[in-house]
């Protein structure tokens, strides 16, 4: 078959195919126009991998990555997010929180399970780096949310730091008495 004869048969089907083009394009006009728009917001954090000071051990590897990863999954990270977000200061999220648990569940516990399930937290290949992403409706909240869990990690890690440090301190301080 030549080109010639080829353009001939589209010719005989110009109808079909300008009838098939125009479906394809209103379909998705259509589904562009209706779909909800989602935002996406996300930030990376540089896991410090320096000599831990008291342990004296160098804290490096796969396995300090995966447990960094597991603790910006935890429920104790997301609860943090959700007191720094004020979610407890919004009537409207407060009633909706009343209407699906009936009170049952805690405040901060319900939402952080909410935000826990739209968070994605991946290591990079090859580095120390992770990604927070968090994607939503509004592009505000969802830059919100991965900015404070950034900052509730931090603050975590900070505490996780320092709480030995103010254990010993605390019992020198009783030996130190005695």
Request: aromatic share 10%; no cysteine.
């Amino acid at each position: 078959m030549n080109p010639k004869q080829i353009m001939l048969i589209l010719f005989a089907h110009r109808y079909i195919a300008a009838l098939v083009f125009v479906l394809v394009v209103a379909t998705g006009g259509a589904f562009t126009w209706f779909t909800p728009k989602t935002y996406q917001a996300s930030t990376d954090l540089l896991v410090d991998s320096r000599a831990d000071p008291i342990a004296g051990a160098v804290v490096t590897g796969n396995n300090y990555i995966a447990t960094q990863v597991a603790i910006l999954q935890s429920e104790r990270v997301a609860i943090g997010v959700v007191k720094r977000l004020r979610i407890s200061d919004t009537p409207a999220l407060v009633e909706q929180w009343r209407q699906v648990t009936q009170a049952k569940v805690p405040l901060e516990n319900f939402y952080a399970n909410l935000l826990r399930k739209g968070l994605l937290v991946e290591p990079l290949r090859s580095s120390n780096v992770i990604r927070l992403t968090f994607e939503g409706a509004d592009p505000k909240f969802v830059t919100a949310v991965v900015n404070s869990y950034a900052q509730a990690y931090l603050d975590l890690t900070i505490d996780l730091r320092v709480e030995p440090v103010r254990q010993y301190a605390d019992w020198f301080d009783e030996r130190l008495k005695t």
